[in-house]
């Protein structure tokens, strides 16, 4: 089974290139943000609890977000792989997926990590915010503090990969399909 996270700050590209490898490699794709509001729209025990939280501005304790996850996963028999968009983001997060991995004699293959220089992700994000009628793509406090967390929050799992020998940075300048190809690369050298 090849499990893929795919990383790397907002704007890099992980959406685009998530549907053209979730083809190519036939994984299923697990979108934390996807999950959640499923859960919470059909009003299941996880997504009640889920929306406690949510509705006082808290962040959904891990413990939840994981069991959102195994649930979703268990649904899948025999599936080639998963591609995890959007988890983990923390350490204690990371550790949890490898903890539930185990369970099912399986682990992360890899983490893709798409690298994209700082300037070139704002100038992404301000064309997206035009095409894709998200307004907070356009606004510069908040693509900043997106970035911002993304550095101080999710970046320090590249060590953590890193020290498992999962960590692959990808470039991620260039057109879709020159990026797509070098993903397709680092993924076939690894895959099993």
Sequence with gaps: MLNVVLFGP???????QSEKLLNKY???HLSTGDIFRFNI??????????????????LV???VTIKMLEAEVNKYNNPNGFIFDGFPRTIDQAKALDTFLEKLNSEIGVMLALDVPEEELKSRLK???LTSGR?????????QNRINIYKNETLPLKDYYSNQNKYTEVYGIGTVEEVFFRLCEALDGIKV
């Design 10 to 16: 907002p704007g890099a590209g992980k959406g685009t």
């Design 135 to 143: 307004p907070d793509d356009a606004n510069d406090d908040v693509i």
């Design 41 to 58: 729209k059909n009003n299941t025990e996880l997504g009640q609890l889920a929306k406690t939280y949510m509705d006082d501005g808290k």
């Design 61 to 63: 304790p891990d413990e």
């Design 127 to 129: 064309q997206r915010a």
């Design 26 to 28: 036939e994984l299923v």
